[in-house]
């Protein structure tokens, strides 16, 4: 069934809105200068996608030229799940609205992010876009782009949205996109389920305290500790275990604050609380002696050796631990299971999550509220791409996940190993915010240094928190 009433009844509020917004904010934008892999550009459906109709969804009416910007290359489709799923329903939504010509400006991914900010400061920007988290605020505040809020409360789609993924497009209480392509976990458990029954752990235990009694059991048994970790490259500590550690003692709240500038501090109570347990567990003799000296690909050797019976990394190391065990362990493979960190004592934020997410949205420029009919075919296009068609296409031929939830995927085509995976990012744990995709690089490298002597024991979390609040004061 056509959108068009549910999208034009938006048209006159989003036209009010724009206004108000017009000639706010200056200049500033966030670029890379990395060389560009590759530049294409095409007006026409790319030609490896399937063009499955898609019955009545259509531009609402209109006919004419829309301009999108995206860095889905052909090239990186063919090794990228969620590229791939994006230039096929970019497809469908084209074959199914054959009087709009789709004007697609298609660059690599690093090109992309300069070019896309190079035409924000020029007033510039495509009709629709990817939109990067942390260029939310600023050209919100310049009057770039459209505040979706209205757009995506009321898409069809709404309440099958993860609505942890809206965080980096979001500035006070507007939204100005949605989250688009396919978003992997930065912080899981990956565990031995046989070694952890021996142990007396039919599953992953839910508490620290009940983690350390199975260390009693594990370093009795022949191990050298019960997970290994690795934190040489400093960023891990961060992305890999604070991040969802933190959400534990904050909730989600407390981090968009932060990212808004909106009153939270480095230094309030349950962050300083968040970096003491972080302290202690690593000083536990949980965790491997050297987690500071060596970097994450070491640390999940020692999953894969069989030395150590858990490990914490990112969807990444899965992967390679994956491919790794299926070829050298296949018993250790068919007993690997996936699990939370386990929740702190004391915490009363977040439960079950895991940091995963959605680094860019789909973005509308805001001279689009010039034209109505316009306008309404890219919130049409905007609610397709990130909706039930992309997230059941990646989930069915990736095992990934996007924005939209749905339910009853059919993931039979995949052993356990990826089945529960899946289940693990998408389907059973709840998502929280990766820090240090957010904010700034010079906050991150004052914390993610504090950090390794604060779990070496050579410093506190009060103090570690006052000197990433001054570097948050100074650079944000």
């Keep these: 069934m056509k959108r068009s009433k549910i999208i034009l009844s938006l048209i006159l509020s989003i036209v009010m809105a724009i206004s108000l ?68 329903v970019i497809a469908q939504w084209e074959e199914a609205n054959p009087d709009i010509t789709l004007k697609q400006t298609v660059l690599a991914n690093d090109e992309y992010k300069t070019q896309v900010a190079t035409l924000a400061s020029a007033g510039d920007l495509p009709d629709v876009f990817l939109l990067q988290g942390m260029n939310t605020k600023s050209w919100a505040e310049q ?33 100005y996109g949605l989250p688009v392509l396919t978003g992997g976990t930065c912080t899981v458990i990956v565990y031995d389920k046989a070694a952890w029954a021996e142990a007396g752990f039919e599953e992953f235990p839910k508490t620290w305290d009940e983690v350390k009694e199975a260390n009693e059991y594990f370093t009795a048994n022949g191990y050298k500790e019960s997970i290994a970790f690795g934190n040489s490259g400093k960023w891990q500590m961060n992305s890999c275990f604070l991040s969802t550690l933190g959400d534990r003692f904050t909730g989600p709240e407390w981090f968009q604050s932060i990212i808004d500038k909106g009153g939270a501090a480095f230094t309030d109570e349950p ?71 386990p929740q702190p004592e004391g915490a009363t934020g977040s439960e079950n999550s895991q940091n995963i997410g959605l680094g860019y949205a789909v973005a509308i420029n805001s001279k689009l509220a010039e ?91 009060a103090t570690v928190a006052q000197l990433t609040q001054e570097a948050y004061e100074a650079n944000y």
């Excluded at 969807?315 to 493979?333: F, K, M, Q, R």
């Design 143 to 175: 009057g770039l782009i459209m505040d979706m809020t209205d757009v995506i409360k009321d898409s069809p789609h709404y309440a099958d949205y993860n609505q942890a993924y809206f965080t980096p497009f979001t500035d006070g209480d507007k939204l």
């Design 21 to 88: 917004l017009a000639g706010c904010g200056g200049n500033e934008t966030t670029t890379t200068t990395a060389a560009p892999a590759d530049t294409t550009t095409t007006t026409a459906a790319p030609d490896d996608t399937d063009e499955t109709t898609t019955g009545d969804e259509g531009g609402d009416g209109y006919a004419g030229d829309l301009t999108l910007m995206h860095f889905s290359t052909s090239e990186e489709s063919e090794g990228n799940g969620g590229s791939d799923g994006f230039r096929t």
């Design 371 to 461: 034209d109505e009919a316009k306008l309404a075919a890219a919130i049409d296009l905007a609610y397709y791409v990130t909706g039930p068609e992309f997230a059941s296409y990646v989930a069915e031929n990736y095992a990934l996940g996007g924005l939209t939830q749905v339910s009853n995927v059919d993931l039979s085509a995949f052993d356990q190993f990826t089945q529960d995976f899946y289940n693990y990012s998408y389907v059973d744990t709840n998502a929280c915010e990766i820090y240090d995709s957010y904010v700034s690089p010079a906050v991150w490298d004052v914390l993610n240094t504090e950090l390794q002597n604060l779990t070496n024991g050579d410093t506190d979390g």
């Design 271 to 341: 962050f300083v609380e968040a970096l003491d347990y972080t302290g202690m567990l690593f000083q536990s003799g949980v965790f491997n002696d050297d987690f500071n000296a060596i970097n994450n690909e070491d640390a999940r050797e020692y999953y894969i050796s069989g030395e150590t019976p858990a490990f914490i990394g990112g969807n990444w190391d899965v992967s390679y631990i994956g491919a790794t065990l299926l070829e050298t362990d296949p018993e250790l493979y068919e007993n690997t299971g996936f699990a939370v960190l």
